[in-house]
C-alpha cells in the first residue's frame, strides 16, 4: 500500500515542516514491514479567490485531481470520525489486509473542505472536535499514521 497526504499548504519549510519530514521519514522506514511501500507528502497552494466558498472549491478540485486512480481518500474535517490510536491501527490493518492500493489523506486550507471534498470522501476523519491549523494537522495526521503502523509492528514507540 501506499499512503501519501495531500495538504493545501503555502510554507515549504519551518519548524512544521521539519516536525512533519521527521514522521515521514520514520514511517517510510518502517512502514515497508507491515505492507507499506511508499509515503508521499505533497503541498498545494491556497486558493486566491475572494470567497471562502470559491477557495475551498478551487482546493478541492486541486485536491481531488490530485489522487491517485485507485486511492482510498480519507478526508480530514472536525466533523469526521475519532479513532483512539489503537483503533486507528485496527482500521489501517484492515485497509492492508483489504488490499487497498493507496490511501490518500486530504488536509483542506484555512476556510476548510468544500462539500463536494467530503461528499467523494471514502472516509472522513477527524483528529479531535476542536479546530487545528492545518499546519499542525499535517504533523498530527503523520505522527498518527506513524504511530499505527509501529503498533502493527509492534515497535515499542506507542506506551499505552
Known amino acids: ?3 501519501s497526504v495531500l495538504a493545501i499548504d503555502q510554507a ?3 519548524p512544521q515542516a ?3 519530514q521527521d514522521y515521514l521519514q520514520r514511517l517510510q ?3 515497508r514491514t507491515v505492507g507499506i511501500n511508499g ?3 505533497e503541498p498545494y497552494p491556497e486558493s486566491k479567490r475572494r470567497s471562502a466558498s470559491e477557495r475551498k472549491l478551487e482546493e478541492a478540485n486541486r485536491l481531488l485531481s490530485a489522487r491517485g486512480p485507485k ?3 480519507v478526508v480530514l474535517s472536525e466533523r469526521g470520525k475519532q479513532y483512539a490510536s489503537g483503533e486507528f491501527a485496527k482500521w489501517l490493518s484492515r485497509e492492508l489486509d483489504d488490499g487497498c492500493a493507496e490511501l490518500c489523506f486530504l488536509i483542506g486550507g484555512p476556510d476548510g473542505h468544500d462539500a463536494t471534498t467530503e461528499n467523494d470522501a471514502d472516509m472522513v476523519l477527524s ?4 479546530t487545528w491549523p492545518h499546519r499542525l494537522v499535517q504533523v498530527m495526521l503523520v505522527e498518527q499514521i506513524y504511530r499505527a503502523v509501529t503498533i502493527l509492528a509492534n515497535h515499542p514507540y506507542h506506551r499505552a
Not at 127 to 130: E, I, K, T, V
Open 71 to 73: 486511492s482510498k481518500t
Open 18 to 20: 521539519e516536525l512533519r
Open 39 to 41: 509515503v508521499h507528502f
Open 12 to 14: 515549504k519549510s519551518g
Open 29 to 31: 522506514r518502517i512502514g
Open 1 to 3: 500500500m501506499r499512503i
Open 127 to 130: 483528529l479531535g472536535a476542536m
